[in-house]
């Protein structure tokens, strides 16, 4: 019974989001079109230079010597039957590439959110365990430093400490193209090459979470149903393991959710230092060529990824907090 | 010009490098790295800077050059110029195979020149112009009919800027949105395997290559790396071994130069000759004025933007022509902007223009425009402001992202003063021509005329160096050229860019060529 009821919400939600994620799109295309300049004239620019009938061709090819409404009109005619057109500029249909950036960046996400929500979770929940002793402190002040430092500048440093210095990790790539390993070595290699990526990314979002983690634990700690439990008899470690730290994991969860939209705006930095290839860099280049079919598909996209993780957030809730029915 | 003009090549391949093959260490991959990653790998219908970084290794050109910028055999054996000029006949190898194992014949010239380049390439749609047929009496013969005689086109059969494509595949469907525009089949020295976008370009060594025991190297791989700093981290760990054309910046080129692993060359650029300019919009008061044109020219400390700026990897620019044609006759030096005295120089003309300077010092202001290109073009235009607040001209930077400064240079024509960053390429008809011809003033077209200053004077000698066969007649023609539009400045030429390239001691041979990384690497090969 309950599981029929969970597969009707999910199913529910899904049909929720595609006014959402139609709206983002509209709102998206109709936005871009402010943005001077377009991209025959980009390409024209990168040739170096070209004639006027050139130009002409190509906007006429990219239907852009047509009207806004219509321009719009066609793309979401498209976009019903998953056609999100052909990236002009790449010379490739969009959602190939979009496909194939979308498992680096799938890996790039979820690396850095389990090691982020891992250790911020296991760090706020010490720190408050240890609350205002030194080792409390230690890790609320190493969380406000990292928390404060810009993502490029760890990215370089850890660079040049574990690449250049130490010798032990590659500087950048996804894996050895000299090499080309195969099979297990191939993952072992990609493993290796996702290890500063992530601890990059990672940083900002752990300290984050430590210190959400902390003031809930503190928070929960101090409720009603902690004395009662106590008045109970029960130790402290199954007070803290059973009731408080699930209780205290809930805001966590939902600012990871929310968070989720913004790891990939984040990925943008570090995807560029470290040469990573995902969604990111593909979104950056292609606002500065005016790409606007993929572009699009790039915001049509993370939309479909962050309703999906919200989903999933709000799946998770329930597992979590038995109160919270769903539907 | 009715001279007969004719240059035989020498047939031997063995001769092109003078190197015997068996000498040279064979495997080994190299690693490029381009910045940025290419849009696609289409170099018959874009010159975007990148692409031909990669594509230059997959297609073959008709000839080669050397750094005299004298064509030397490759797919054309040799080729004779006819009298008159308006037929140029190749004589082509019979021994080239595409990747694909079809043999390379006169119907694929015929191809690429009229269909593929005249008719798609930005570039060539100029190049080509002139040319009426190709005619193919035999699969080894091609004959270029023109309309009248153009030059220019045995300065551009280079793989870089002429690649010769397969007609058997790019002859089939729509040659704009061709599925083998990211899959290159080309008859060169390496042949495609594999882009993974955002990552890298994959190409192995082609087995079947004409030229027999080329190339060493087993494998080149170009990645993109889109942050500067770790470029630079890449090279200096060896995880890439050459990186050119602006990819290292070149402070960071200055400090890996001095690590034992790497050398830092300045070859490469000479039939690419870059060049950094300040753009004026004629049309506009004060600069509708020579006078102030050139007072802005003398302004500008040249040797302090080489310094400081480029970190030493350029020289003053004499003229709209590059130093780099001195080899071939076609440089001549224009008025010297450098002289010791020339900001007190920049201030009499100034004061002669009718603006003296004013009670708070100042004569007049105007908004700087700045090339979008990177840092280094920030810091130029610092120095321009700085340099004209000496003469009392108060100058505000403004800089914005490449499509909107693009419009509002070359379509709505909304600026006073831009910086500017053009390329002569192998000939002035190509590079030059454009920036001053009065018909390369376009709207909406770009890095042509944005000056939007010409006179029937100059206008007269470019046509006539455009047809001219004889390179020294030609030589003469700008060198009156060059005198002239340094007196209009209708833009100041500030220096010539020798872009540094960061190579790996660990590989030889890799710069040999006029056109550097946009070379093939065919006799690129392991220390």
């Given amino acids: 019974m309950k599981s029929g009821s969970l597969g009707s919400y999910i199913a529910r939600r899904l049909l929720q989001t595609i006014p959402v994620i139609l709206g983002v799109v509209v709102v998206n295309f109709l936005l871009l079109q402010l943005a001077p300049g377009d991209l025959a004239t980009v390409l024209a620019g990168e040739a170096g230079g070209a004639p006027k009938e050139y130009i002409d061709q190509l906007r006429a090819r990219f239907g852009q010597d047509q009207p806004v409404y219509i321009q719009l009109f066609n793309y979401m005619r498209n976009l019903l039957v998953l056609d999100l057109g052909y990236s002009f500029r790449q010379s490739a249909p969009v959602l ?46 190493a969380a406000i430093i990292v928390y404060a430092t810009p993502l490029f500048w760890v990215g370089l440093m850890l660079v040049l400490v574990f690449s250049i210095w130490l010798d032990w990790l590659p500087t950048s790539g996804m894996e050895n193209v000299v090499a080309f390993h195969e099979g297990w070595d191939r993952v072992v290699d990609i493993a290796r090459h996702l290890v500063l990526p992530t601890v990059t990314l990672s940083l900002f979002y752990l300290a984050l979470y430590a210190r959400l983690m902390r003031a809930s634990m503190l928070e929960q700690r101090g409720l009603d149903y902690v004395t009662t439990a106590r008045a109970k008899g029960q130790s402290d470690r199954k007070i803290t393991t059973r009731h408080v730290f699930r209780n205290a994991l809930l805001p966590v969860v939902t600012m990871a959710g929310v968070q989720t939209g913004g790891l990939l705006g984040g990925s943008v930095v570090v995807e560029a230092i470290f040469a990573w290839p995902g969604l990111g860099q593909l979104a950056f280049q292609s606002l500065f060529a005016r790409d606007y079919n993929l572009l699009l598909g790039i915001f049509f996209m993370s939309a479909v990824l962050v309703v999906i993780v919200n989903l999933t957030v709000d799946v998770i809730y329930v597992f979590l907090d038995p109160r919270i029915r769903i539907g | 010009m009715n001279r007969r003009f004719v240059l035989a090549l020498t047939l031997a391949a063995a001769a092109l490098g003078g190197l015997p093959a068996m000498a040279q260490k064979s495997g080994g991959t190299l690693v490029q790295i381009t ?34 910028l004298k064509p030397k055999p490759a797919l054309a054996e040799s080729f004779e110029v006819s009298s008159d000029g308006l037929a140029i006949t190749f004589k082509l190898r019979k021994d080239v195979k595409f990747h694909d194992g079809k043999p390379f014949t006169s119907e694929d010239v015929q191809f690429t020149v009229m269909e593929a380049l005249k008719k798609n390439h930005p570039r060539g749609i100029a190049t080509f112009r002139d040319v009426t047929a190709v005619d193919t009496p035999d699969p080894h013969t091609a004959i270029f009919r023109l309309s009248k005689p153009a030059p220019v086109i045995l300065k551009a059969l280079s793989s870089y800027e002429s690649p010769m494509l ?49 190339p060493y190297l087993d494998r080149l791989v170009v990645r993109f790396i889109a942050d500067a700093s770790t470029r630079t981290a890449a090279l200096e760990k060896g995880e890439a071994h050459v990186a050119g054309l602006g990819a290292v ?36 008061a004060p600069f509708d004025n020579a006078k102030v044109r050139q007072a802005i020219s003398y302004a500008v400390d040249r040797q302090f933007a080489i310094e400081n700026v480029w970190f030493g990897f350029g020289k003053p620019a004499m003229g709209i022509i590059s130093s780099n044609f001195q080899p071939s006759g076609l440089f001549a030096a224009g008025i010297d902007f450098t002289v010791a005295d020339r900001v007190e120089r920049a201030n009499k003309l100034l004061d002669e223009a009718g603006f003296p300077r004013k009670a708070d010092g100042t004569r007049f202001e105007f908004v700087h425009d700045i090339t979008p290109y990177g840092e280094e073009w920030q810091r130029f235009g610092e120095i321009v402001q700085q340099n004209l607040a000496q003469i009392g001209v108060k100058v505000t930077l403004r800089y914005e992202d490449l499509p909107k400064w693009l419009k509002r240079v070359y379509t709505d024509y909304d600026f006073a003063v831009t910086s500017n960053f053009l390329f002569n390429l192998p000939d002035p008809v190509l590079g030059v021509h454009r920036g001053v011809h009065s018909d390369r003033i376009r709207p909406g077209t770009v890095f042509v005329n944005g000056s939007r200053w010409s006179s029937p004077e100059t206008d007269a000698l470019m046509d006539k160096a455009a047809v001219e066969t004889n390179e020294a007649a030609r030589g003469k023609l700008y060198a009156e050229f060059v005198q002239k539009v340094s007196e209009a400045s209708p833009v100041a030429y500030i220096l010539e860019v020798r872009f540094p390239t960061v190579l790996s001691k660990q590989f030889k041979n890799v710069i040999d060529t006029p056109l550097g990384i946009y070379g093939n690497f065919a006799t690129a090969h392991r220390e």
């Fill in chain 2, 166 to 214: 397969p007609k058997h595949i790019y002859g089939q469907g729509d040659i704009k949105t061709h599925a083998n525009a990211n899959s290159p089949i080309g008859s060169g020295p390496f042949r495609f395997v594999e882009w993974r976008r955002g990552e890298f370009v994959r190409l192995d060594k082609n087995p079947n290559y004409w030229r027999s025991g080329l």
């Fill in chain 1, 96 to 141: 190939d590439l979009l496909l194939a950036r979308l498992w680096p960046t799938l890996l790039l996400m979820g690396s850095t959110l389990v090691v982020s929500l891992g250790l911020g979770i296991l760090m706020g929940l010490l720190a408050a365990l240890w609350v205002r002793t030194w080792k409390d402190h230690v890790i609320s002040v």
């Fill in chain 2, 249 to 284: 910046p070149y402070n960071d080129a200055k400090k890996l130069a001095l690590r034992p692993n790497i050398e830092v060359s300045t070859k490469g650029t000479e039939m690419i000759s870059p060049i950094v300019e300040l753009m004026f919009n004629t049309k506009l």
């Fill in chain 2, 35 to 68: 910045q940025p990653e290419p849009p696609n790998l289409a170099p018959y219908i874009s010159t975007s800077a990148p692409i031909g970084q990669v594509t230059a290794k997959i297609f073959d050109g008709l000839l080669e050059y050397g750094f005299d």
